[in-house]
């Protein structure tokens, strides 16, 4: 399990954890990356990444992150079971900005233990390198506002990303969304060469791929994500008789059927044509997007045609 938190100043930093909030014996140190802004007069941002290792499943930890002798108070989560019969409940959302009235909601369900992970589908806030240039929030860094509103989830329950539009940045670097998040089997910050991974939860063989790759000015990155679905949806189907479902993740969606635009809605969409004949090849049984605001259950598509039942070959 991956710890992170932010702070104003540098700090050695460290997370104490164990199987009660009074029995944090063990200890972990922070590894440490600073955060600049778009505005030079904004100070930096300190943000520490921990791995917390020598979990059992099916047991509940709490933890304590600490900066310089500051502590926070006890958090805990919930380590995935060994069942190989269990079946997780995730949250999926994206989209959200920094005035949803949700997220209250979603955090009270979370800290219940309602859900197993959370699967962001991109859009953080939106524009997560901006200033609030008024209101409740005015001057404040969205990134700041945002990781701050989703902290009584994430503290308890696995925060599982994909990078949408909106983390692209003036420059395409990502770099908010790389430093602010940290995902399995790849590296921290999550670089542009790979900003995908998959990982096994439960049944499910779960994918986050970037749609955006499709839309940077440099399109070697479209490759490099080919390269490595192809090889992962070949794994993974090999695995299927212990993990049986493959699901995806990715902002923007294939098909749409809103009036506007955008690229789900052309015949020659640069999603559907970089991922749908792979995802077709090799069985992808769920794809799951957002970005369009609305919703849209639809049977499976080949090449804008109606496949029903679905066929996979």
């Not at 999550?190 to 955006?212: A, C, D, N, Q, R």
């Not at 990715?250 to 559907?272: A, E, I, Q, T, W």
Request: charged share 20%; net charge negative; with cysteine.
């Amino acid at each position: 399990m991956v710890v992170m938190w932010t702070t104003p100043g540098q700090c050695e930093s460290q997370v104490w954890y164990g199987p009660g909030p009074w029995d944090m014996t063990e200890k972990v140190h922070a590894t440490k990356v600073t955060l600049s802004y778009l505005e030079p007069t904004k100070a930096p941002k300190y943000i520490y990444r921990a791995l917390l290792n020598n979990l059992k499943p099916g047991k509940t930890y709490y933890y304590m992150p600490a900066s310089n002798d500051v502590y926070n108070e006890p958090l805990y989560f919930k380590t995935p079971p060994a069942d190989p019969s269990w079946s997780p409940e995730f949250l999926i959302y994206g989209d959200i900005g920094i005035h949803s009235k949700s997220l209250a909601l979603l955090a009270q369900e979370a800290m219940h233990g309602k859900y197993d992970a959370v699967l962001y589908i991109g859009d953080f806030g939106y524009n997560l390198y901006d200033s609030v240039p008024d209101g409740q929030y005015m001057g404040e860094n969205v990134c700041d506002i945002f990781m701050r509103q989703i902290e009584e989830i994430a503290s308890h329950v696995p925060y599982m990303t994909a990078p949408g539009n909106h983390e692209i940045e003036p420059s395409e670097d990502f770099k908010q969304y790389g430093v602010r998040f940290s995902m399995p089997n790849t590296d921290w910050p999550i670089p542009l060469t790979k900003m995908w991974y998959s990982l096994e939860i439960g049944p499910v063989h779960l994918i986050s791929y970037s749609s955006e790759v499709f839309f940077l000015q440099d399109k070697r990155y479209i490759e490099a994500q080919r390269q490595w679905l192809t090889a992962d949806l070949e794994a993974a189907n090999k695995n299927r008789p212990s993990t049986p479902w493959i699901i995806a993740l990715g902002h923007r969606p294939m098909y749409c059927f809103n009036n506007n635009s955008d690229d789900c809605k052309k015949n020659d969409s640069l999603v559907r044509l970089g991922l749908e004949d792979m995802f077709f090849k090799y069985g992808v049984d769920l794809v799951i997007q957002a970005h369009e605001h609305w919703d849209m259950l639809n049977y499976g598509y080949l090449k804008v045609n109606l496949e029903l039942p679905a066929t996979y070959r």
